[in-house]
């Protein structure tokens, strides 16, 4: 639990519910936390799955990772703990977006399994949806447009996961898409295909 350093403040309820805010959007709020490697998926496939979602009449919304380095956590480096501090951060926000009604992809390496139980351990149950993004170090090197992985190996940044950082992956996330083989159509449609099949397309019962 974080230490809060601000005293005397208090918690206030409003007057609208979350199942109200559900039945007008007709959709259950969550968190679709992408999880891998750089250079796996995670910024297309949350692009393409907020493009189709908002296609079929439904709110959807991208946190990006770099999009959030450049305001919100934007004094934040790469260090353990500066990458700690910046899915915590992000964990808050996604749970404000998720008790608005909101369907709300992150798309973050998160490469401690610590962190990512942290932000699961905020929400409540269903809320946390962690889909692992199953590439392998060679492929995400391949699709190295920024070059990113060219300067890790040759020693021009450091802590890059995958190479000078490690990157823990989920020992049992809800869903796994293998972006090594699916292509982006596919690996959208199975997270689609999942969110349909568990209820997150239509309001909660007893909204």
Known sequence: MTERKSENITWHEG????????????????TIWLTGLSGSGKSTIAVAAERELTNRGRLAFVLDGDNI?????????????????????I?????????AGMIVFTSFISPYRS??????????????????LDASLETCEQRD??????????????????ISAPYEAPESPELVLD????????SV??????LDA??????????
């Open 179 to 186: 972006t090594n083989r699916q292509s982006i159509e596919e």
């Open 69 to 89: 380095r450049h305001g919100l956590n934007a004094k934040l480096g790469f260090s353990p703990e500066d990458r700690a501090e910046n899915i915590r951060r």
């Open 189 to 194: 449609g199975k997270l689609v295909e999942y």
């Open 15 to 30: 007057q609208v519910r979350r199942s109200d805010r559900e039945a007008i959007l007709c959709q259950r709020g969550v």
């Open 91 to 99: 964990g808050e926000v996604s749970k404000l977006f998720t008790e």
């Open 145 to 162: 447009v920024k070059g990113l992985y060219k300067k890790a190996r040759a020693g021009e940044i450091p802590e890059f996961t995958g």
């Open 198 to 207: 568990k209820g997150y397309l239509t309001p909660a019962s007893g909204a």
């Open 115 to 132: 962190d990512r139980d942290a932000v699961r351990a905020l929400m409540g149950p269903g809320d946390f949806v962690e889909i692992y």
